[in-house]
C-alpha cells in the first residue's frame, strides 16, 4: 500500500481485506479483487473461524493509538517528549497531520473500518447459515449477537474521534461518520451520516444484540455477553444524556456484578486475571503491547500529570497503587503485568467495560435528574473501595452541582488512562485546561473547538468525494 498515491479505507473494504487471528488470514483475495468470501461462510466453520478474526480487529486498535489518543489530548498525562515520537507530539499540541497514514489520524479510522467490514461479513452471513443450518440457531444467535455488539463499539469508538460530542447541537444534526451496515461496492462513496443517526445504529444494534443475547449463559468477559451490550448502552446513553436509559442498563449490571476489591482490584489490571467486575475486555493474546511500552514504568513515554495526582487527597487510595512506581514516582501501571509467569506467556488485555463505570454513570445520570440522595450512594460505593472505608464513614454532598463536580473528579481517578477523560471534558462542554508547566505547545482550549476532534485522512478526502472534512483540523 506505500506506493499507492490515493487510498479510501472505504474503497479497500470493497477489494477485500485479510482476516487475521493468531496465525491465518481468512480471506484470499484473488486477482480482479474479489474475495471467496461467500465461499468461505457457507458453512459453520467459517463463520465460527470469522468470529476470533472480528475479535481481532477490534483487539488491534484497542491496544494503540485508539487508546493512546484521548490521553495525549487530554489534561491528565504529561508525556516525556524524550521517549514520545512525532506523531504523539502532534496529538499532544493538537497538530495531527491528515497526511498521517501510520499516526492515530490513519490508524484508528483504517483499523477501525477494517475491523467493522470482517464484522459486517458475519452478520450479512449469517441468515442464510440460519436458514441453511437451523439445528445450530443457538450458536448462530450467539455469534450474531456478539458481532452486532462489535458493530456498535466500532461505530461509537470512530464518532468519538472523529466528530464533534452528541450535544455539540440541540438535535445531534451535525456530521459523524460513515454508518457502515455492510461492505461497500466499487463504486459506492459513502459520506458521514449525522451524529443523532450514528447513535441510532448503535442503539439499534444493541438493542438487536440485547434480544440475541438475553438468553445465553455466557459470563466470559473476553467475549460480548448481553452484559456487555448492557454495558454499551448505557455508556451511549450517558453520551446522548439519555438519563433514564443510562440509569436502566447500568442498573442492570450492579444487580448482577460485584466490584473488585483489595488485591483483586490490582490483580484486575497486573495479575492477569478478568477481574470479578470486568464487563468485556479484549484479549489478542499477544506477548507485547504497545500500550504497556507507551506506559512503560521504566521508560515511558507518558506519565500521570500533577493534574491527576493533584486529585488523591487520600495516600490510602488503593488506585495510587496504579499511578506510581514503588518509589512514588509517577508511572502509570495499569498496563504492567506483575504476574509471576514467563515473558512468553504474559499477555494484555485492554478494558473495554467494567462495572465501576457503571457505577459512576448511574451517579451523574443520577445527579442530572435531581436524585441526589441515589447518586451519592453510587458515588460512594466507588469511593469507599478505594478507601477501605465503609460508605457510611463518607460524608457526599447531595447538591448537584457539587455531586457533578464529584463525579467527575471521580471518573478521572477511577477511569485514568482507560481512554475517558478526553472525552468526558468535551462531553460535558468543559474547556481543556493542563498544568502551567505542561510541556505542551498548548496549556488550554475553550470549548467548543475544531481541535478537538481528528482529521478525516487526507487521502480518504482525496479519494471519496462525499466525505467532508472536519474544520480547522484538515
Known sequence: MGKIKKWSVLLLLTIGLGWSSQSCDFLDVDPIGQTSIPVFFSDMEGIRSALPGAYSGVYKYYDSQFLRYPELAGNMVHLNIVGGNADMIDQYNFTSDPESETGAVGYIWRYIYEAMANINNIIQYQPDLLQAFPKHQQELEQIMGEALF???????????????PYNYTSDASHPGIPVLLKTPGADDNVGRSSVAFVFQQIVADLEHSIELLKDKNVHNPYHASVW?????????ALYMEDWENAIRYAGLLIDELPLSTGENYLAMFNGMIPGDEMIFRVNGLEKSSSLSSFYSPTSPAAIPADTLLALFDDPNDIRLQLLQNEDGAPACRKYFITANVSDLDKHYDPIVLRLSEMYLIRAEAYANTNRGS???????????????????????SEDEATLLIMIDKERARELAFEGHRF??????????????????????????????????????????????PNPTVN
Open 228 to 236: 456487555a451490550a448492557y454495558g454499551l448502552r448505557a455508556r451511549a
Open 423 to 468: 472525552y468526558d471534558i468535551i462531553r460535558r462542554k468543559q474547556s481543556l485546561i493542563r498544568p502551567v508547566k505542561t510541556n505542551s505547545t498548548v496549556q488550554e482550549i475553550s470549548y467548543p473547538s475544531d481541535l478537538f476532534v481528528l482529521p478525516i485522512p487526507q487521502k480518504e478526502l482525496d479519494t471519496n468525494t462525499n466525505i467532508v
Open 374 to 396: 441515589e447518586a451519592v450512594g453510587d458515588l460512594k460505593a466507588i469511593m469507599a473501595r478505594a478507601s477501605g472505608l465503609s460508605p457510611d464513614d463518607l460524608n457526599v
Open 150 to 164: 462489535l458493530r456498535a463499539l466500532a461505530h461509537f469508538d470512530l464518532v468519538r474521534v472523529y466528530a464533534q
